[in-house]
């Protein structure tokens, strides 16, 4: 079974940094598209960004609400993907999720991380 | 940015009656292989997005039927032939032909 675990949600000061997590399995973790996807309080979903397998350049691609803040990175030898969130402003807040994309689109979506920046 | 508008934005259905979400997008979604990437997904209270259509019109693996996609270029249609009380949420259509943008949702309730 197709599983995306998200973790590493907190309560963070505005400025600060955090790291969320993704553990993936169930499918071939290295072959797939990944992308961060956030929905703040009472809002539709958000994407922030992507990372594409090794295969196809292994490159991101940015949202410009967080270009140059947020970084996407993978350990395809852990079957982990990463979200480096810097500089976080209260408006980052919002539940964090992880999705594999298939079709032009995230198919499959973990459960999400919240993620609090308040003073 | 390519922006997706919804409509309505509130959608009270009897159950067993149809219903019908439009979506229309700020430019044309035909990327340059010819596909069209317009997603549709369901969003149930407490729970993460979930795909029901890829492509337009694609039913992913595991949705009832009763759902279907159609549309081209700008404007789209996501239908529920007969309303059902697992229904109930809200609908967000998605093009993913220029990075990934979302319409601002359908909340749809049983009236």
């Known amino acids: 079974e197709l599983q995306l675990v998200e973790s590493g949600g907190v309560l963070v000061k505005p400025g600060g940094s955090l790291r969320l997590s993704c553990a993936a399995s169930g499918f071939t973790f290295s072959n797939a598209w990944m992308s961060w996807v956030r929905q703040a309080p009472g809002k539709g979903p958000e994407w922030i960004g992507h990372?594409?397998?090794?295969?196809?350049?292994?490159?991101?691609d940015y949202a410009a609400p967080v270009k140059g803040r947020f970084t996407i990175s993978r350990d395809d030898s852990k079957n982990t993907l990463y979200l480096q969130m810097n500089s976080l402003k209260t408006e980052d807040t919002a539940v964090y999720y992880c999705?594999?994309?298939?079709?032009?689109?995230?198919?499959?979506w973990g459960q999400g991380t919240l993620v609090t920046v308040s003073s | 940015d390519v922006v997706m508008t919804q409509s309505p934005l509130s959608l009270p259905v009897t159950l067993g009656q149809p219903a019908s979400i439009s979506c229309r997008s700020s430019?044309?979604?035909?990327?340059?292989?010819?596909?069209?990437?317009l997603s549709w997904f369901q969003q149930r209270p407490g729970q993460s997005p979930r795909r029901l259509i890829y492509?337009?019109?694609n039913r992913d693996s595991g949705v009832p039927d009763r759902f279907s996609g159609s549309g081209s270029g700008t404007d789209f249609t996501l239908k529920i032939s007969r309303v059902e009380a697992e229904d109930v949420g809200v609908y967000y259509c998605?093009?993913?032909?220029?990075?990934?943008?979302f319409g601002q949702g359908t909340k749809l309730e049983i009236k």
């Open positions: 998605m093009q993913g032909t220029h990075w990934f943008t």
């Open positions: 492509k337009v019109s």
């Open positions: 990372i594409k397998s090794k295969t196809d350049g292994g490159t991101t």
């Open positions: 430019q044309s979604l035909v990327y340059t292989d010819g596909n069209t990437y």
């Open positions: 999705t594999s994309d298939l079709d032009g689109g995230p198919r499959h």
